[in-house]
């Protein structure tokens, strides 16, 4: 198949995406590796000329925050908890959004709503959701001016409320808001890029199925997921790469604390190590962090992608 | 255009010389060491005779030199990055129409940048290739960032200047500031300059804000309560607030933060130091003071912004439910501590404004908030000399500090403000309805000497996010009051430790 | 006559499979209960963000806050909104941001796509391989660097800056190239023997085949143009700012809190036109591609 002709094709197409990704990818990426081995590097000392020891002190430095452990335990639950859970939902409501005739055009339109919200609003609203405003919890001058909307519908069905996010919440409840919003946030886009792969798969199919009378739950296994396996492998990677990079969702909850009041700090993960790194003073520390970071995505990817070579159809 | 950016990518790529200790600056020890002793600068020039030595040789020692000859008078553009909303940027332009009255060369572009850390992000990356602004919005520990590069430039030469500058109106002015001018300004706030540890001039205060005590005059006045001087007075008063509505909060304080720095200098007790050792802050007084606010929050009477989970002054103006007949706050906030107004626009109730408690009623000390201003140094002097006389008409001119106090809420940096007409009027309209700014500017005004500034160096915010984060842990935390207080004393410390 | 033996034959099958067709119609009960929770929850922060835009600043900052506005707000607030952010300068901006960077990264995007999908070349896998570990290390490690560079290249303050950094996207070059790989390599032979050109191939069967791919890639590229702050705020002064913006700027109070009501307000009518594109293109999204024939 390889001959020479094809080949010098293939790069002809190749080349403006390849000349971009040197210029706007590549070159950061060697900036940031170099600047992960110069010990203590930092931009504003660089700028008056101090002189930095090439070293692994960055990587040593990372590893002994006290924070590390907690950034990377967090980092790992939210990806392996998050991503399979909005797959499956997201597939779920395409497949259901396929199947259906009424009101078809409308949710659909509903589904794609949320791009168009902007994600100011979509941070603001979940705090809100969850919020319980009071005071002096735990004591006896507890005080509660308000339990949030969650607990309000809980209560409607007669649990318990939770606090979720404020002082005094367990590490339990933050880690299901932030599985929560972090799933539905990832809804839209897997739905989209799912219905839009459903909508290639050949009608043909399906109704060899309805003749066979093969039963639902065995066509969606059986028929939808193998054809749509190529999209899912999609959704999946790209999911783990954004999910081990998650950090604005726990802003968008926690704020600038990124946990509870009395816990600052509880839900950083490693991008929010990099990002507080950066923005103070110490860029090699988040370089070598980000190096950290990279070495975790690209085992997992690997994974993924063996996993998938096995698995999906084309 | 090309040549300037051939320029700028040598000084990155190279970044081996200070970006403007090399400019002609004829100290030769290419001294911009923020962590430089100001002695050394005497040591540099022992000729000089002086009764006050160490002052003139901070100024002789300055990174920023001025020229002979002073401003040239050519057209120059100065760029100036602020946060101000639509309505101050409007106050800007008509003063800088006015500037340009004396200096019709100067011509001043100004950005709007967001939120002060943005302005901070956008200014770090802009210093790397020398695209800074020549004038920015600052907080000391912004300053201190910047410092690392050298790139701020130290205002001593130029205050101390007396070189003569030509208006185009025919009059004339000094280049520096006179003894009449820098004794204008409140001294709290023109001492933040200086609160970098080397005893340079870094900043100019630009427009300030500080912590008042806003209460329910009507709820005090009908059960005939006395507004608190100290805390002791306070915890009585919650107390007693409590056992006249026994549904509320009594007090409530936005920002833990400023609490605890507050404290700090109320007592006296070590906070931070801008040089030697940093954090001071894990000591017995601090730790006693935090067990009594464990028991105070513990028994109901106060909150604060995060663990009440909503602003603290829409508990204070809730006109239902859940009711706060307290609040410390910004004092540019004022608006916001005010109930919705009823139909017939009268307010519920009225709002009553006073210094915050103190531990020594004698001795007030109070935060001092709100922007400042930096100047870039520059490889044209004539930029930094252009900027200088914009940021000195600006911080000097009583009529624009009047009016941009007027706008904002925030109050003005120079004492002789208050006998501005415009703001004389504004003040005596003070009230605790409809002018509840001018109430809070008056409170404000009236604690002139109460401001205190904490050192700014690198690694200050980290000390002030941490304390904040400590105070909260220590009030809620379940458990042994004494290991929770320990612990997390301890944990801030070593927080602001790693990130050193 | 035929409808009348039509009607007996559907009643027939009617009788003897009721019990299938009770349970049908329960499980498009379930599918429509699922769907509608669903597009509930999804819809909520939408929701949200109208309602916000509605009420009035003490409302918004209300301990407990309320499902529907006390006081509707609504003029004030979006006419403030319009009045405070030179909102048709920047909507002007970002609408030719979007639209020349869309067209110019699907050009980009697909003959990318169809390297790896269809041509063989050395060394394809593992550069397909790297491309995939750019996409690992966090994006805010790069402005610093890339801001460097546009430094150089003198594209400070135009739109080239805006545009050329963020062209290509690994993400939609991977996309596609996954649904390219669906396209049977047959016919892709069966143009080669007939001798049809690659262009030809990619712009006849390859594209059409991909619409629903090309116009997921479309939204979610407007949609980056739409959402972009830190890079424009930091290579843009106001001629060439995006809609972010002047957003997240102009609603500042004097006292440095912002305004969230007027916010919303801006928000929802900036919102406005990429809701009409979205129901606009929703057609031609869920058009299904017919591919009869053909395995899929």
Redesign the interface.
Known sequence: ??DSK??W???I??L??LV??L???????I??VRLAFLENY????????AKFNINFNNFIKVV???GFKSCLLNTVLLCILTVPISTV?AL??AV??N??KG?Q?F????????????????G???A??F?????????Q?E?I??AG?INNIIEFFGGTRVNWI???SSYLANMTVMVIYIV?NA???KI??L???L???????YDAAKIDGTR?GRILTRITVP?LS??L??VI??GF?GG??EYTSIVGIFG??LGP?????RLNTM?GY???S??????GR??AA?LI??GI??VV??IN?RVSKKRVH? | MKKRIFKAVAATVLAMTMLFGACGNNSGSGNADPTAAPTQGTVADPGKQDPAPAAKSLAETANFQVPAGGYDGKDVTITFYHTMGSSLSAVLDLYIAEFNKLYPNIHVVWEQVGSYNDVRDQISTELTVGNEPNIAYCYPDHVALYNLAGAVAQLDALIDSKETVAHADGTSEILGLTDEQKNDFISGYYAEGRSFGDGYMYTLPFSKSTEVLYYNKTFFDKNGLEVPKTWDDLKTLCQKILTIDPNCIPLGYDSEANWFITMCEQYGSPYTSASGSHYLFNNDQNKAFMKTFRDWYQNGLITTQTIYGAYTSGLFVADSGMKSYMSIGSSAGATHQRPTANADGSYPFEVGIATIPQVNASSPKVISQGPSVCIFNKDNKQEVIASWLFVKYLTTCVDFQAEFSMTSGYVPVLKSVGSNEAYAAFLAKADGGAYISALSAKVCLEQESAYYVSPAFNGSSTARDQVGSLFVTCLTKDGDADKIINDAFKKAVDECEYSE | MADEKDVMRARDISQVSAKQRVGKVLFHILVYAFLIIMALIILFPFYWMIISSMKTYEEYIRSVPTLWPHEINVIANYSNAFSQASLSRLFLNTLYVGVVSTLLSLVITVLSAFAFARLEFKGKNALFAALLATMMIPGELFTITNYQTVTVFGWMNTYTVLIVPFLVSVFYIYLLRQNFLQIPNELYLAAKVDGTSDIKYLWKVMIPLSLPTLISITILKMMGAWNSYIWPRLVTKDDHSLITNGLRNAFTANDGTTNYPVQMAAVAIVSFPLFLVFVFLRKYIMKGVSRSGIKG
């Open positions: 198949m390889v094809h080949q094709k293939a790069w197409y190749l403006p995406a971009l990704i210029v706007f990818t590549v070159w950061p990426i900036n940031t930092n931009m504003m000392t660089a700028l008056k000329g002994q925050y006290p939902l779920l409501i259901a959004l199947s259906i009101l055009k949710l659909q339109t509903v589904f794609f709503l949320p791009y168009v919200t902007n994600s100011i609003a979509i603001m609203v979940f809100a959701m919020n319980m405003v009071g005071n002096a919890y735990g004591t001058n005080i001016v308000t909307i404020n002082v005094g539905w809804l839209p886009f989209l890029i219905l839009g792969g909508q290639s798969i050949n009608k043909q199919y639902k054809l190529p999209m492998a999609y990677i790209t790469i081990f990079k600038e604390k009041a009395d816990d600052a700090g991008v990099i990002y507080d950066l923005a103070g003073k110490h860029q988040a370089s980000a970071l990279f995505i690209l990817t690997l992608l084309y």
